[in-house]
């Protein structure tokens, strides 16, 4: 678990399997962090430490990449609890926010992963996916990440402050809140144009 080669080689492998199954894009690394024996999904994770989960998840990614199938790392950000995890509020000041929960998907960022997952719980009373300061502020911002920012499965919940916070894809399709929606915010001045053409281009280089 602590050998950086031997995770990329998984990766590879990983890419492989994706491959065959006709997979554009894994939903992986998980660079969640291990704070609980209890959280039911920390056998995914690589670590409780956030300098090792992300070097071994950017590992894992670029050797999944090698393969031509894109890695989603996830979930951004806070999503360390199992229990409650689609509602709980997650309240972190703004440096442990940065050094601790960020670091992973930072760090995978620059390892050039082709999105991230965002996550269902709230962080400092916003929705994840209604979280400006993390997705547009600091991931598209000051990262200047160019990947594609996915909400998880059924995590959206509203069209204009999801839009506006800087999320690019609703999952699962069809769209609940944004699609049809989406132009509708538009055409009433809530949403920018350059907004939605921002999502749609990200959402069609992503691979």
């Not at 790392?73 to 229990?83: G, I, P, Q, Y």
């Not at 800087?166 to 809530?190: I, N, S, T, Y």
């Amino acid at each position: 678990s602590w050998d950086v080669e031997l995770n990329q080689r998984i990766g590879v492998l990983v890419g492989g399997e994706a491959i065959r199954m006709s997979v554009d894009m894994v939903l992986a690394p998980n660079i969640n962090l291990a704070r609980s024996p209890l959280a039911g999904r920390a056998f995914e994770y690589f670590s409780e430490e956030p300098l090792l989960a992300g070097i071994l998840g950017a590992a894992w990614a670029t050797g999944l990449q090698t393969t031509g199938t894109a890695s989603v790392a996830k979930h951004l950000v806070c999503n360390d609890s199992e229990t409650d995890r689609d509602s709980m509020n997650a309240v972190v000041d703004e440096r442990t926010l940065r050094e601790i929960y960020l670091l992973p998907f930072e760090l995978c960022a620059d390892a050039g992963v082709g999105g991230m997952l965002v996550a269902y719980n709230h962080l400092n009373g916003d929705w994840c996916a209604e979280q400006h300061h993390v997705m547009t502020t600091i991931v598209k911002g000051e990262w200047r990440f160019p990947g594609v920012l996915m909400s998880d499965w059924f995590g959206t919940h509203s069209t204009v402050a999801t839009l506006n916070a800087g999320l690019d894809l609703e999952m699962p399709g069809p769209a609940r809140f944004l699609g049809a929606k989406a132009v509708e915010a538009v055409a009433q001045g809530h949403i920018s144009a350059d907004r939605v053409t921002d999502a749609a281009s990200r959402v069609a280089r992503a691979r």
